[in-house]
C-alpha cells in the first residue's frame, strides 16, 4: 500500500509525463501539497530547457516552490497580451465524476481559477480522497472569497441560498482573526448539502462511489415544474453545482468561488475563444495501491 504522500507523487509524475509540452514556454503552476511532486518532476526532465521557460505561481507559496527548484516565476499580470498558458498544473479539495472541481482550501481559489481560464488546458493532480461522484460528498464547504466589508451581507445571503452555518475562515492562532488572501480579502467557508449534476435533474442514473456503493438519483415524475424546482437550491433542496457557482458569483461583495465549473480549455478551443476553462481536462489520482487513475473530460461516470 503506498502512502499518501507516494499517492500524490505517482498522480504528479503520470500528469507531467502525459502532458507538459517538450516545446513549452508557458506554464501554469498551482498551489497545495501535490503541487511540489509536480515541479519536481518537471524539474527532473530530461531534454528539456526549462530555463527557456516561464512559470506562473498562483500565489505567494506556489512562486517559492517554483523558485526553490530554480525555475523562473513570471506574474500573471505580465503575461503578453493573448498569450494562453501551454498546460497548467493544479490540485484541488474534491473532484466529481463530471471534473467539477472544489479549490480554495489554501486560500488561493482567486489566482488558481485566473491561471486556469488563461491555459490552453488545465491539469488536475490529487490522491485517491478527492475523486467523489459529487462534490461536498466529503470536502464540507464551498471557500469564497470576499471582500472583507463585505462579509456580513455575503454570510446573510448564503444562508438564504440555503447554507446551514457559513463562516469566516480563521487563522490558526485563536487571536490572529480571519485569514487573508494574497489580494487582502477574506474567505467565507460555506457548507452546502451535496451539490447536484445536471444528468440528477434530467434523468435517472446510477453511479458508484470509491467504495463501489450504487448512488442512485431520480429527477423522473413531477415534469418540468419538479425538475426546475430540482437544482434550484433553497432551504430544503439542494443546488445543481453550475447553478450554485453563478449564484454565489453574483453576490455583492464576492471576488471568486471556489466551484470549477463550465468550460474546460479544449471545449473552449472549439467554440473559437481565446480563453482557457475553469475544469481540468483531465484529472491524475493516485491511488492506495500505487497505481494511477485517469478521468478525462467526456468520459462521463464510470459503471
Not at 503575461?79 to 463530471?98: H, K, Q, S
Amino acid at each position: 500500500m503506498a502512502d499518501i504522500e507516494t499517492s500524490k507523487r505517482n498522480a504528479a509524475n503520470r500528469a507531467v509525463e502525459d502532458h507538459f509540452p517538450r516545446e513549452a514556454k508557458y506554464i501554469g503552476i498551482g498551489s497545495g501539497t501535490t503541487i511540489v511532486y509536480v515541479v519536481e518532476e518537471i524539474k527532473a526532465l530530461k531534454n528539456v530547457n526549462t530555463a527557456a521557460i516561464r512559470f506562473v505561481p498562483t500565489g505567494y507559496q506556489s512562486r517559492q516552490v517554483i523558485i526553490k527548484a530554480d525555475l523562473t516565476p513570471i506574474a500573471f499580470d505580465s503575461l503578453p497580451e493573448g498569450t494562453l498558458l501551454d498546460v497548467a498544473f493544479d490540485g484541488a479539495d474534491e473532484i466529481d465524476e463530471d471534473l467539477n472541481c472544489i479549490k480554495g482550501g489554501g486560500a488561493c481559489l482567486y489566482q488558481e481559477k485566473l491561471v486556469a481560464k488563461r491555459a490552453k488546458k488545465f491539469i488536475c493532480v490529487a490522491d485517491s480522497r478527492k475523486l467523489q461522484p459529487r462534490l461536498l460528498s466529503k470536502w464540507p464547504t464551498i471557500p469564497i472569497e470576499v471582500e472583507p466589508l463585505s462579509a456580513g451581507v455575503v454570510l446573510s445571503a448564503l444562508r438564504d441560498l440555503g447554507s446551514s452555518a457559513p463562516f469566516v475562515r480563521e487563522g490558526h492562532l485563536q487571536k490572529a482573526g480571519p485569514i487573508k488572501t494574497d489580494q487582502d480579502n477574506f474567505i467565507i467557508d460555506a457548507p452546502f448539502p451535496t451539490l447536484l449534476l445536471p444528468s440528477d435533474i434530467t434523468g435517472h442514473t446510477t453511479n458508484k462511489d470509491n467504495n463501489n456503493e450504487e448512488i442512485k438519483s431520480d429527477a423522473g415524475g413531477g415534469g418540468e415544474e419538479k425538475q426546475e424546482k430540482r437544482g434550484k437550491g433553497g432551504k430544503d433542496r439542494a443546488w445543481e453545482v453550475e447553478a450554485l457557482a453563478h449564484e454565489i458569483k453574483m453576490l455583492e461583495g464576492v471576488l471568486s468561488v471556489g466551484l470549477f465549473v463550465g468550460m474546460n480549455g479544449e471545449e473552449a478551443e472549439r467554440k473559437g475563444l481565446r480563453t482557457g476553462g475553469e475544469k481540468p481536462v483531465a484529472a491524475y489520482f493516485g491511488m492506495p495501491d500505487g497505481g494511477v487513475v485517469v478521468r478525462r473530460a467526456g468520459e462521463g461516470r464510470r459503471e
